[in-house]
């Protein structure tokens, strides 16, 4: 058995050792698949009592469409007054013509690109290339080295394409690491190899990793007319406190650096920024200097969406192999290659999150039937992922084998890093409305660059939708929010006219005009539970039961409807005034819901508990009132039967096929099958 960093067994043509020394034998090399072959060599075996050996380059054995460069396989040499700058491209699985190699300098004082040059090579599987440039590297400080900059490979893996490296001499330093995660000090100091020269003597810098290392000073500091200290878990900045896992800090004080966070989420931002501004830190001459992740720090927001991922969230702080592999991707990522983006609000710059599903999916799933997004909107205590499982399935159309594959994407208006944190905003249902909503289609808007959107929202992500549309239909002249552009800078932006073509509602939290299970039980105590939780400007699903069943007996024959209020989905946490409003909206028994006046198609679903129409948290009433008074062109009222009514509509298979799938891409419901048991109405 054989181990290469390819495969991990090798099988060898077996001869008898013992009749055959001195003579020469072909020894055959198959991949594991037992088929492949990797290579063939002759080799004459001898009986001096020692190791006889070959190498064999088993690339083939890849079966991956790859082409990745590495910091450590770019090589910067001076060559007269210039320096030759090679990259060493790593290609596995693929061949193709003209792959653009794209080489670009950048000054980090200013901030500019001071030389682009691209190259084109023509690569074949399995045989790595050198592409070199000859540059004068007097005002370039860095450069940036991209594979395929024109995409013309569809690669299983994007992330490696890029790296960035300083075309100065290293700096040597002493690298100390400490965090909970014992596996994470070699990945961390392979990283910071890449900018420095590690030493463990002669060092010109000590470089201090993690909020527990001792040689971390004490008690308020002030380094370069800047006041910070770490204590109780919590970094302080300038007399501020955010509270923030990503929040970190990277200091030089004399000849020490120190470099750490809140958690792991802030080490790991605060080393990236310490190499994103590497020339005040790792130089001879550089003097003290502090850089802080804020709260609003485009890379600390980065590494905390990266990190927090469904699928790198089963990882997050394990002590682990895995958790190490993220953190080196995280570490060496390009901001702009994550499917999470980001929008900023036109109200007071809250940071807010949608996910691009089809970022993180083959290249098959990236020809869209209608270039149209599907917007997808949670519930009332839901997150970025709350529907994930239902976008992945329209965004790879599961109904229809890939016929209807759609550019889908997640929005979170509640429950994310930077709406419910302690020092976050205490925002109202009208805020979400008038700010939160319209900032985050506007960012889909922008980041597909389309004109119109299919919105798909589930409870209070649907009143939120109906609401928000009907004030903004008929477009916007000011601002209603930022986007990141492809140079990083935030640009406003606002909203076209008739953005929103169709409408899906699931359950949607509107008026609350009329009666349910939740309802009765809001009448009777939403008073005593705003009164008990008041002072939190934050809550979740589990403050509220509590303070409901305190004052509500679910044994009581008579207060059965107490446990109505398990009916809303668990998830994350919402404003303790959005909670307030919601309260409001339903003991008031006046006002009334939008009429969507201009919407092209609409669909609205509701649950049904055999005959009865009732999910015990949305009136019937207002589902009718909805479906009656839109102006829609092409409208359907559907249910789904459901035992557990509200909360699990989203995860309901028929909510998907055929509903969902059907209407989307105005495919005919069929009689029998669609219209008999799921369309209560249509028009």
């Known amino acids: 058995m054989i181990t290469t960093q390819y495969h991990k ?15 020469s ?33 088993c690339s083939i054995c890849i079966n991956k469409t790859d082409l990745l460069i590495k910091t450590s396989d770019v090589t910067i040499r001076s060559n007269g007054s210039r320096s030759n700058i090679t990259a060493l491209i ?26 682009n040059e691209s190259k084109r090579i023509n690569v074949a599987q399995y045989v790595n290339q050198n592409v070199s440039v000859l540059w004068d590297t007097n005002v370039t400080d860095f450069v940036s080295i991209t594979v395929d900059f024109t995409k013309i490979v569809a690669e299983t893996d994007e992330s490696n394409n890029y790296i960035k490296k300083s075309t100065r001499p290293p ?70 406190s955010e509270g923030l896992p990503y929040n970190g800090i990277v200091i030089r004080a004399g000849t020490n650096i120190y470099v750490f966070g809140n958690e792991i989420d802030g080490d790991i931002a605060a080393l990236r920024k ?21 709260e609003e720090d485009l890379d600390g927001l980065f590494v905390f969406d990266y990190l927090h991922t469904d699928e790198n969230q089963g990882k997050y702080r394990q002590n682990t192999d895995n958790f190490g592999k993220v953190v080196e991707n995280v570490l060496n990522s390009n901001i702009y290659s994550l499917a999470i983006k980001r929008v900023l609000t036109a109200n007071d710059n809250t940071s807010l999150r949608l996910k691009n599903i089809n970022a993180e999916l083959s290249p098959k799933f990236k020809n869209f039937s209608n270039p149209r997004p599907v917007v997808l909107g949670h519930g009332l205590f839901g997150n970025l992922f709350g529907m994930e499982k239902l976008g992945l399935k329209i965004a790879t159309d599961q109904k229809f084998q890939g016929k209807y594959v759609r550019d889908t994407w997640l929005i979170e208006y509640s429950g994310g890093p930077n709406t419910e944190c302690a020092a976050c905003p205490n925002y109202r249902y009208g805020d979400l409305i008038d700010y939160y909503w319209p900032a985050l289609v506007g960012g889909v808007l922008k980041y597909s660059n389309q004109n119109k959107v299919d919105y798909v929202g589930y409870s209070s992500g649907a009143g939120l939708g109906l609401k928000s549309y ?19 800078q935030w640009v406003n932006f606002s909203l076209p006219a008739n953005f929103v073509e169709q409408m899906v509602l699931i359950a949607p939290m509107a008026a609350f005009n009329g009666t349910s299970r939740f309802t009765s039980l809001v009448d009777r105590y939403g008073n005593e539970t705003i009164q008990a939780l008041n002072g939190k400007t934050h809550l979740g699903r589990p403050d509220i039961v509590r303070e409901t069943l305190k004052v509500c007996n679910p044994y009581n024959p008579l207060e059965w409807d107490c446990q109505a209020i398990r009916g809303l989905p668990e998830g994350s946490n919402i404003s303790y005034n959005f909670w307030v409003d919601i309260v409001r909206e339903v003991q ?51 249910r789904i039967y459901s035992v557990l009514g ?35 109405e249509e028009d």
């Open 274 to 294: 310490l190499v994103d501004n590497q020339e005040f830190y790792f130089s001879k001459s550089s003097s003290d200097r502090v850089d802080y992740v804020s």
């Open 25 to 57: 034998k072909n020894i055959n090399v198959k991949c594991n698949d037992n088929a492949t072959f990797c290579g063939t060599k002759s080799s004459t075996i001898d009986n001096n009592n020692d190791y006889d050996s070959l190498s064999f380059d």
């Open 588 to 638: 008031n028994k006046s006002n009334s819901n939008p009429k969507l006046t201009s919407i092209n198609r609409l669909l609205v679903m509701t649950a049904s508990f055999g005959t009865v129409e009732d999910d015990f948290v949305v009136p019937e009433n207002d589902l009718t009132y909805i479906y009656s008074n839109s102006n829609a062109t092409k409208k359907y009222k559907g």
């Open 171 to 240: 700096i040597k330093a002493y690298i100390e690491v400490t965090t909970d995660y014992s596996v994470l000090e070699n990945t961390i100091k392979n990283f910071l190899g890449q900018y420095v020269q590690e030493v463990t003597s002669g060092q010109e810098v000590n470089i201090y990793v993690g909020r527990k290392n001792s040689n971390i000073p004490k008690g308020q500091q002030e380094t370069d007319r800047k006041r910070w200290k770490y204590e109780s878990n919590l970094i302080t900045y300038t007399s501020k």
């Open 470 to 488: 009907e004030k903004y239909y008929q477009g916007t002249s000011n601002t209603m929010g930022y986007y990141l552009n492809s140079s990083g």
């Open 646 to 680: 509200h909360k699990e509509l989203p995860d309901q298979s028929e909510t998907y096929d055929p509903l969902l799938s059907k209407f989307l891409n105005n495919v005919t419901y069929s009689f029998f099958f669609d219209k008999v048991r799921y369309i209560l």
């Open 9 to 23: 067994q090798i099988s060898i043509k077996a001869f008898n050792w013992l009749d055959n020394f001195g003579s």
């Open 90 to 115: 790593t290609v596995e699985k693929v061949n193709e013509n003209n792959v653009v190699v794209d080489f670009r300098g950048l000054n980090s004082q200013t901030g500019k690109t001071t030389q």
